[in-house]
């Protein structure tokens, strides 16, 4: 079982790794990940992505995650399904669902990753470097901090388990 989640979140990572390339490529680097639904042209990407990311994610993450604080796992993956469902976060019937979701998502996989892995170094470093030399795009490199600190922290669980 355990290299079967492996897999499932290696392919997780590939899918959200190779949206953001593709978009970066494209476009440049966006404000934030959730940005990115609004500069493509095909609108089902962003949700597809994180829908098809969040759950493959998901068994492994609740699977790893101690009981005593499972349904911060749960969190993690709720919120991303949320965010997902609800893309279009300056539209006034969405922006509520999606931005706080999106608060209850970073929040959540910071918890997850200071009570599982300690310090989140991959999070700090990427903050660190939205702080010092890309502020305008700093929400994107916190999300990506947070999103990469959390598959690197699931996949070294999961490697020695």
């Excluded at 989640?5 to 593709?22: F, G, N, P, Q, R």
């Excluded at 998901?58 to 796992?73: C, E, G, H, R, S």
């Excluded at 608060?103 to 939205?130: C, D, E, F, Q, R």
Aim: charged content about 10%; glycine content about 4%.
């Amino acid at each position: 079982m355990m290299i079967a989640e492996l897999i499932s979140v290696t392919l997780s990572c590939t899918i959200m790794t190779l949206y953001l390339i593709a978009y970066i490529l494209n476009v440049g680097v966006p404000t934030s990940i959730s940005e990115t639904y609004y500069k493509t042209q095909k609108k089902w990407l962003f949700p597809t992505c994180t829908t098809i990311a969040g759950t493959l994610a998901l068994v492994p993450l609740l699977n790893v995650t101690p009981d005593n604080y499972q349904f911060v796992a749960f969190f993690i993956v709720a919120s991303i399904l949320f965010v997902a469902a609800a893309p279009a976060f300056r539209e006034e019937l969405t922006n509520h669902v999606h931005s706080g979701a999106a608060i209850i998502l970073g929040l959540s996989a910071l918890v997850w990753l200071i009570l599982t892995s300690g310090v989140p170094y991959i999070a700090l470093t990427a903050t660190l470097i939205g702080l010092a030399i890309d502020r305008r795009h700093f929400v994107f490199w916190l999300e990506a901090g947070l999103l990469y600190n959390l598959y690197a922290s699931l996949i070294l669980i999961l490697s020695y388990r």
